[in-house]
Structures are given as C-alpha cells and as structure tokens.
C-alpha cells in the first residue's frame, strides 16, 4: 500500500489537520491577523524542514542511504528536528510578512506544534520506525513497553516514551498560561528538546557520528539559544552569564559521558547511566527555566 495512505500516514495527517486547527484557534483567540496564512507557512516550511534537515545531515555524514527521492514517505528519512526549525521559520517568515510579533505567533504555535509531535510519536506505532533494542525479559515484551518486528523479536517502544513526554509538556505549557512573549515558546522547546534528548538514547537507529546522536546536538543547540537570549533579556550580567554557560557545558558534558558509557563501556549498569541522564537533564533545564522566569 502507499505509504502514506497506510495507517501511519492516516495518524500524520490527523495530526496535521488537528494542529493546523488548534494553531488557527489560538492565533484567532490573540487576535493576530491571517491565521490561515500563518497555518500555510508551518506546515509547509515544517514538511519542507524535516526532509530537508535529513538530506543535508546524510549528505554530510555519509553513510545513511537514502531510499527515496527529494520527496521520501519513508518516516527514517526524517528528522524532527528539522521540523521543529521549518514550523519556526514558518511562523518568523509569516510574522514578518504580516508586520505581527514574531514571539506572540511563536507563542500560539507552540502547543500546536507539541500536539502534532505527540500525535506523530504515538502514530510510529504503525510504522517500523522508533524503536530501540531487543527486549530480553518475558515481563515487558507487550505494548505499550516494547513492539514485535517482522521476525518476532520484541524491541523497545521508544516512541510510545517520547509521545507520553511530548504529552506531558503539553499538558504543563497549557497549565501555565504564559503572558509574557515568547516565553511559552521557550519554555515549550526547552523541555521537549530536554525529553528528547534522553529519548534519542534509546533509539536503535538515529543520526549519529561515531557515539553522538545529531539530534542531540541539535537539541543543546536549542537550549542554549533559549538560555542566551533569556539572559540578555532578563538583563544578566556577563559573569553570571559565564557561570551559567560553564554550568551549562557541564551538563553537556554529562550527557556525552554516558553516551560514551553505553557505546564503549560495559562495568557501569545502563539502568544507572540513564538515571544519571534523567538527573542531569533536569538540572539542564531547571537552570534554563530559572533564568526565564527571574524578572529581577
């Protein structure tokens, strides 16, 4: 069957529609001008991003074969991140071009945008995509844990963890009820780049050179642009600043070490690298949180 008239493109185009309709909504509800225009852009630069983010990351790699075109239905042939960055130049192009505030339009995109992530995840569960090792112990080998693939070997469900955290990020930006620009956005990126960086550790097949996972980079990167500008914002000075980038490179730091751990090193049990990831992770993302909400 054509891929995308298979169950999996069905669960992508449902999420579509439904962020499309959630995005128009909340740019309606903050009375910004041409909804329809913004939902154009999103969804065009987002398609546009996350196949494009793939081509250019194999191109420079190597070794990641491509099975399809310039045009490829194949889920492995895309990369969420690139995504995430096409929606985001979406909604600055469209903010540009409609003369509107470009952290107010980021704001309405951002549960949009999660919602469609979520739904994305949690629709890889009709795709052979997603998944992580083989699961040894009789007790997890069902869903929602693990996944059966063609030779009956039971793997990892690591997109059902990275839909139920998407989820989870979602239900608290909706909570929050931001009013300042541009910081539900943030807050949003933050904690989904956070998520996924610890979920693209489980993952059997991703991006990577050598030990490091591309996505994970690109979700530091993500961190890092939200800290800086925040601290500018919140009129840090530069040696507060400094601290928190080497507190920063600390933690990055941390998570290469146990990526390092689980590819080459076989004395540390990975249940306590991972708890070590989590930990740290979190410490990551409170620091970041913390200077976003200090209003000194």
């Not at 080459?264 to 930990?279: E, F, Q």
């Amino acid at each position: 069957m054509f891929p995308m008239l298979s169950r999996y493109g069905i669960s992508l185009l449902t999420g579509a529609v439904l962020s499309v309709l959630l995005l128009f909504v909340r740019l309606r509800k903050r009375r910004l001008n041409a909804p329809a225009m913004c939902c154009v852009f999103c969804a065009a630069l987002g398609a546009v991003g996350t196949r494009g983010y793939f081509i250019l990351l194999q191109n420079l790699l190597g070794g990641y074969p491509m099975y399809g075109g310039v045009v490829s239905f194949y889920p492995y042939e895309h990369a969420m991140c690139g995504a995430v960055i096409g929606v985001c130049a979406g909604c600055w192009l469209f903010a540009r071009l409609s003369r509107q505030n470009t952290l107010q339009v980021l704001d309405a995109m951002a549960p949009a945008g999660l919602l469609m992530i979520c739904i994305a995840r949690f629709g890889e569960t009709f795709s052979d995509f997603g998944w992580g090792t083989v699961v040894e112990s009789g007790t997890w080998q069902r869903m929602p844990f693990a996944v059966m693939d063609f030779y009956d070997q039971w793997h990892w469900a690591v997109f059902m963890l990275e839909g139920a955290l998407t989820a989870a990020v979602l239900v608290y930006i909706l909570c929050r009820k931001e009013k300042t620009p541009g910081l539900a956005f943030s807050l949003a990126l933050l904690w989904w780049a956070m998520t996924q960086v610890f979920c693209e550790s489980f993952r059997a097949e991703t991006l990577r050179w050598g030990f490091v996972r591309v996505q994970q980079v690109q979700c530091a990167v993500f961190a890092l642009a939200i800290m800086l500008y925040w601290a500018r914002a919140r009129g840090m000075n530069r040696r507060e600043t400094a601290r928190k980038l080497m507190l920063f490179a600390v933690c990055v730091c941390v998570v290469a070490f146990v990526e390092f751990a689980l590819d080459k090193l076989n004395d540390i049990p990975n249940a306590v690298l991972y708890a070590l990831m989590a930990g740290d992770l979190l410490a990551l993302g409170g620091m970041v949180q913390k200077i976003m909400l200090d209003k000194k």
